[in-house]
């Protein structure tokens, strides 16, 4: 296609800016986190400094980032294994089988997408408390679940529905149960939807803050949590704080880029492709 | 079991040309599959709904725990209704919504645009990827940079201002440099989820017809107008439902960067609400004002199914 220079100019300067635009706070978050208490109090900010990596030295000495790091960790990989338990035989349901009340409970997980956490918060809050459960990773897996249920089942009917009906039809003839024809054709035939899913409901519990605000105190405190808490005081230690938000948002940062192609569905719940 | 599966695959190939039947199934065999996935659903998110509902309906107030907790009818629900503040935060936050939609379904077009465009392969690509990195972040994390690019000191807000010739301001001191931070921030975290839908809606219009337009037209505006907008309308209705879902959910970034402050300035819907719950401890009042949140998000949900899934049903 021939365009003029000019506008051919224009459309990298514009591209450029994109990735400007979208990548500077992370940039700043990062750059902030290898300087000095001094050069982060400097006014106008510094853009060229000598990095120092005392602040990560010192989230790691201080053992309630790493805590409440290994308390994301448990509470992000046993909700997305619970999902993923629950979800797929129930994607694999809605999939492939006929029955009365389908797109009713279909719809029914659907709107969980849109179910603002403080209004389950304020309940689970009470429910938790008399039940002996605040303050255990128990009750953030459980109700992590009601957000990465939804999204398994989502994106893993969408996978099952690709699976051609015949594979099944063929196996059944063969006298395969019906259990074994989702646990060996389906599941593996629709392990990319699965991990997919997985990921998504990964990031969403490792990312969220409302919950384990309300439901922890001081044992399962969860990593934004944590970098919260240290919001408080005169002087703010603002390294620790951006190491600690560099730490928190790198991984999920990575399992994103890996599932890029999909990011849109996962926030949709696949109304746009 | 690839191998095995690929075989069957042949064989079912082969055998095609009968008509697609219906997998029979024993009449409760969607129950097995469905019920753990159900029950859990139930436990976890419909039993806590409920318990809500109940609780709006009485005096609970951890405070005055020894009063106990009796019903009291729609008390609540008058109280809350008659709240001043309430309506204020709703208003606040369909204020913010309609700040920052504009903003960014503009911002997201133009990039999709610039996206879609041909030329400068890389880049493009490095564009587009980079525009995951926002949507990945921790919204509290969000919530925390923003305090520290904010700041009224060493923000480097105001460096940038500085370079425009602008004085430093109090970002987060006053209530519409608050409410611009707040902004700026989503702007930030949500106009690429946009772009990326809008994105996906442009890549929709056959190559064909796309060629032929340009062939007919050098105006990229008569291109947008009438070949590509059919295209990015259904995009455009699911952003505006999940984005005004989104904002009445939002929390986390706010919490960490304002706290709903100065004053009342930022104090959104969640954020009230939580106040409410947890600083003020008057759980009977927060409940009825999350079932009222609770309606308006089903209404919500409700049209978003309504146009979306509609070859489901």
């Known amino acids: 296609m021939v365009s003029r220079p000019a506008a051919r100019f224009a459309h990298l300067a514009g591209l450029v800016l994109v990735f400007a635009f979208a990548m500077f706070p992370f940039y700043w978050m990062v750059s902030s986190s290898f300087k000095d208490q001094a050069d982060l109090l400097a006014s106008p900010p510094m853009w060229l400094f000598e990095p120092t990596i005392k602040h990560y030295a010192e989230i790691w000495a201080d053992q309630k980032v790493t805590a409440a790091i290994v308390n994301s960790l448990i509470v992000a990989v046993s909700t997305t294994a619970l999902a993923v338990l629950l979800g797929t035989p129930a994607a694999y349901a809605l999939a492939r089988f006929e029955f009365r009340g389908k797109s009713d409970l279909w719809f029914w997980f659907i709107s969980n997408r849109m179910i603002s956490p403080i209004v389950l918060a304020l309940p689970v809050y009470l429910l938790a408390q008399s039940l002996g459960l605040l303050d255990t990773h128990l009750v953030l897996i459980l109700i992590y679940l009601t957000f990465n249920l939804p999204i398994v089942v989502w994106i893993c009917t969408d996978q099952f529905r690709s699976i051609p009906p015949e594979l099944e039809q063929a196996a059944r003839l063969e006298g395969a149960k019906q259990f074994d024809v989702f646990w060996r054709i389906y599941l593996p035939l629709g392990l990319p939807g699965v991990a997919v899913s997985a990921i998504f409901s990964f990031i969403f519990s490792w990312n969220e803050l409302l919950y384990a605000l309300v439901l922890t105190r001081r044992n399962v405190q969860t990593a934004p949590v944590a970098a919260t808490s240290f919001m408080s005081g005169y002087e703010l230690p603002w390294g620790k704080i951006m190491a600690t938000g560099t730490v928190i948002v790198l991984p999920v940062t990575i399992f994103a880029l890996i599932v890029s192609r999909h990011m849109i569905r996962g926030l949709t719940m696949g109304a746009t492709k | ?313």
Not at chain 2, 21 to 48: C, D, K, N, Q, S
Not at chain 2, 260 to 273: N, Q, V
């Open chain 2, 1 to 313: 079991m690839s191998v095995e599966g690929q075989a069957l695959a042949q064989e079912a190939a082969r055998a095609r040309p009968a008509r697609r039947r219906r997998l029979e199934h024993g009449r409760w065999t969607p129950l097995f599959f469905l019920a753990p996935a159900v029950v859990t659903l139930l436990a976890i998110g419909l039993y806590p709904m409920l318990f809500a509902l109940v609780t709006s309906f009485r005096r609970y107030n951890l405070t005055r725990a020894r009063e106990g907790f009796p019903f009291v009818g729609f008390e609540n629900y008058g109280r809350v209704l008659s709240d001043q503040t309430f309506w204020d935060t709703l208003l606040l936050t369909g204020r913010f919504f309609l700040t920052v939609m504009p903003i960014q379904v503009a911002l997201g077009l133009l990039i999709a645009l610039m996206l879609h465009r041909p030329g400068w392969g890389f880049m493009r690509s490095l564009a587009r990827v980079s525009l995951v990195v926002p949507l990945a972040t921790t919204y509290a994390v969000v919530g925390l940079l923003g305090n520290l690019i904010f700041n009224r000191n060493f923000g480097v807000a105001n460096q940038f201002l500085s370079w425009f010739g602008f004085a430093p301001f109090d970002w987060l001191g006053n209530p519409s440099g608050a409410f611009a931070a707040i902004v700026i921030m989503d702007v930030w975290q949500w106009t690429p989820f946009c772009a990326l839908i809008f994105l996906s809606g442009l890549s929709m219009v056959p190559v064909d017809i796309e060629e032929a337009a340009r062939l007919e037209t050098k105006s990229h505006w008569a291109l947008l107008r009438h070949v590509q907008l059919p295209y990015l309308l259904p995009g455009l209705t699911a952003m505006l439902i999940l984005r005004s879902a989104d904002v009445l959910k939002l929390f986390d970034m706010i919490f960490t960067m304002t706290r709903g402050g100065p004053g009342t300035a930022t104090e959104l819907i969640s954020i009230y609400i939580q106040r409410v719950g947890f600083r003020v401890f008057d759980l009977g009042a927060a409940s009825a004002q999350a079932i009222l949140l609770l309606l308006f998000t089903i209404l919500l949900s409700r049209l978003y199914i309504r146009i979306f899934y509609r070859e489901i049903q």
